[in-house]
């Protein structure tokens, strides 16, 4: 097994737009630490590639035309090219910053590059430690994915560490929406002390954060993500959530023993899905609810909703990818959606596998995938965000109600 690592910055050296919150003014006002993007190269009969993107998440069309230039540059297919992103909130709209998006993609290629040279024999070993830095969004559920995945890789004579990947589920906005400086929000902050601590690169994934908001946060208000004793206000708090983290996983790293001859593989199915187009009258009941609770205007979702109608259009159709990416027992298994906690919790269930992580934002970052309770619930997470972002996500409405247990039983059928 071989394994080759490089990184880039990926910070915007001037004022850009923001995505994450739902503002007039987007425009950022400074730096408050790097982005970074990070690509590791795994060869182990075939070749695949993971890659680490400080962003909210770009749009499926976006995320696979890199996919495929990253492909190229290392010789194998879109299916063994997996992009988890952080989900920053603090990051760039890469839709209104084109040259940003361009250059961003040439410097991942660049590291890609880099990774593929510096290719060498290496053993791996994993764990999981259980940290607290999440909140379930609904006051009715106290589900929480804990997880920290641990994969430790050391050099093929297992005396030298070479990567630390880490696998984390909470929400990257612990900077809320009185931020305008540039972030990596809690990730950048995780990243710094698990590098100081242990002097090599880190790479950090996402998990399923959709319902799980970070338990410390920093603002000038308390925003509804962040009401209750359970969630802290503190000036400190990107510290906070990194200083939980790496107190947990300490005690286990060292005695994480390492192997040579793990499997390394990586790749897609696809899932027909599709979402009904909702009529009128719940269109305008849905518009009024998010004007209402959220100051969302829902004008434009309207007019595409009644676009649909006038053209006798009742549902859409999309075949979801999910994708895994595994070594040994350790897997990651991801789709473009944010998907609740639950999706995590029940395949692992399911799997019996501790090491099995349902993430959301990878390859992508579409809609919310709400659970069937979720469903019934309503709210932003399954209706509001469509009206603000239904452009990028390719529709106006929800999955069907069904659509979680489908997910779950392909994520299960490990092909």
């Known amino acids: 097994m ?3 690592f490089a990184e880039t910055d990926i910070t915007p050296q001037t004022p850009v737009a923001l995505i994450g919150f739902n503002r007039t003014d987007n425009l950022s006002r400074g730096i408050l630490d790097c ?4 690509v590791s190269v795994w060869e182990n009969n075939g070749t695949c590639c993971l890659v680490t993107i400080d962003n909210i998440g770009f749009n499926k069309r976006e995320s696979d035309l890199l996919r495929d230039m990253i492909g190229t540059m290392i010789g194998t297919s879109r299916e063994k090219v997996m992009l988890s992103f952080s989900h ?7 839709d209104a910053e084109k040259e940003y998006y361009n250059k961003l993609c040439q410097k991942i290629c660049k590291a890609a590059e880099k990774a593929l040279a510096s290719m060498r024999e290496v053993s791996v070993g994993w764990d999981n430690a259980e940290a607290d830095i999440g909140n379930n969004r609904r006051e009715s559920s106290d589900k929480i994915d804990r997880r920290v995945g641990i994969l430790k890789v050391c050099s093929g004579n297992k005396n030298d560490l070479e990567l630390i990947i880490l696998r984390l589920t909470a929400h990257c906005n612990v900077l809320k929406r009185d931020n305008y400086l540039i972030s990596a929000d809690y990730f950048g902050a995780v990243w710094k002390a698990f590098a100081e601590k242990y002097h090599c690169p880190v790479m950090l994934v996402q998990g399923s954060a959709g319902n799980i908001a970070p338990k410390y946060f920093k603002a ?7 009401q209750g004793e359970k969630y802290i206000n503190c000036d400190n708090a990107l510290e906070k959530m990194a200083q939980e983290v790496l107190r947990k996983v300490e005690p286990l790293f060292n005695a994480i023993s390492t192997k040579p001859d793990a499997a390394v593989y990586a790749y897609s199915k696809y899932i027909p899905l599709r979402s009904r187009i909702p009529d009128m009258e719940e269109a305008h009941k849905i518009a009024d609810e998010a004007l209402e609770y959220c100051g969302i205007d829902g004008q434009k979702w309207l007019e595409k909703v009644e676009s649909f109608h006038r053209s006798g259009i009742s549902f859409q159709e999309e075949n ?33 596998n501790p090491f099995f992580y349902f993430n959301g934002y990878t390859n992508g970052c579409g809609s919310y995938f709400p659970t069937k309770e979720e469903y019934d619930a309503g709210g932003y997470e399954v209706y509001w965000a469509m009206l603000l972002y239904f452009d990028d996500y390719g529709r106006v409405y929800p999955y069907d109600r069904g659509a979680f247990d489908t997910v779950i039983s392909y994520a299960v059928d490990v092909g």
């Open 2 to 4: 071989k394994m080759g």
């Open 35 to 38: 982005l970074t993007a990070q």
């Open 88 to 94: 920053t909130h603090a990051a760039v709209n890469v």
């Open 220 to 226: 000038t208000f308390t925003p509804i993500d962040g």
């Open 320 to 352: 979801l990818e999910m994708q895994y990416f595994c070594i040994g027992d350790w897997c990651l298994c991801g789709i473009p959606n944010e998907t609740m906690t639950e999706f995590a919790l029940e395949t692992e269930q399911l799997m019996k």
